[in-house]
């Protein structure tokens, strides 16, 4: 069992009018094999949670604390909190030119582990992955991301997730720009790394499309830089028929 614990999250960016507070004391706990929704409207919040997590240096972390297993994360830099578990799929994930997806996963599965993985079985399972995600098996060839489509790209970032078994999966907006199919298969994907491996997962959305087939533990809704209602999947049914403007007005 692993638990990512955020305590009064508070983080600021700079801005040219001058350091903007965005989360104004966040707190959150997400365990293994629980699945927790991000909801809220843009400018909420929701993608700099995300980006604080995983060490973006852009957002400077003001007061709080982010505990994996009992461990501090902002202590760590953004290599060794990837090897401590923590995983984030990006909503624009970037080109890599030059590097091969292949090459590209079995460095950071040798990273992850200490030791190469043994070819044979490496690429055996790469390719039963990528099968799973419906994965041309020339991608692998392909430098990272390069000339990828939206949905390609998505894919491959669950390709990562599958191979690299973290702990706890961040999820920025995966299901922006999958057609129907895609969004399919990528979900399918994030449920069989969740139960195979207990994975825990905080997936950031605006709709309720993909927690049709990623069913939510726990919906958190975001305004403001705070989490401003917490509930069970029927809070995205409501958030679906009536949209934000309770919360809005509130704020």
Not at 65 to 72: A, H, P, Q, S, T
Request: no cysteine; hydrophobic share 40%; glycine share 10%.
């Amino acid at each position: 069992m692993s638990t990512l614990e955020i305590k009064n999250l508070h983080v600021s960016v700079d801005t040219p009018e001058g350091t903007k507070e965005i989360l104004k004391g966040v707190d959150l706990t997400i365990k293994s094999g629980e699945t927790h929704a991000i909801m809220g409207p843009n400018g909420s919040g929701k993608s700099t949670l995300a980006y604080s997590v995983a060490g973006h240096p852009k957002y400077q972390i003001t007061e709080g604390e982010v505990l994996l297993d009992g461990e501090d994360v902002l202590d760590m830099s953004v290599d060794e909190r990837a090897k401590a578990g923590l995983f984030l799929a990006m909503q624009y994930p970037v080109e890599v030119p030059g590097v091969s997806v292949s090459n590209f996963l079995r460095t950071a599965k040798t990273a992850l582990d200490g030791e190469a993985p043994k070819l044979r079985h490496w690429v055996k399972d790469m390719k039963a992955s990528m099968e799973q995600l419906r994965m041309d098996p020339a991608f692998a060839e392909r430098n990272v991301n390069e000339g990828f489509s939206g949905g390609e790209k998505k894919r491959h970032e669950i390709l990562q997730m599958e191979l690299l078994q973290p702990k706890i999966a961040i999820l920025d907006e995966t299901d922006s720009g999958l057609d129907v199919d895609a969004l399919r298969i990528v979900s399918e994907g994030v449920n069989r790394v969740k139960e195979t491996t207990g994975l825990g997962v905080m997936m950031i959305t605006h709709y309720t499309r993909i927690l049709r087939y990623i069913k939510p533990d726990f919906v958190h809704v975001f305004v403001d830089g705070r989490i401003a209602e917490e509930g069970g999947p029927e809070l995205a049914e409501q958030l679906e028929a009536e949209g934000y403007d309770r919360f809005l007005a509130s704020a």
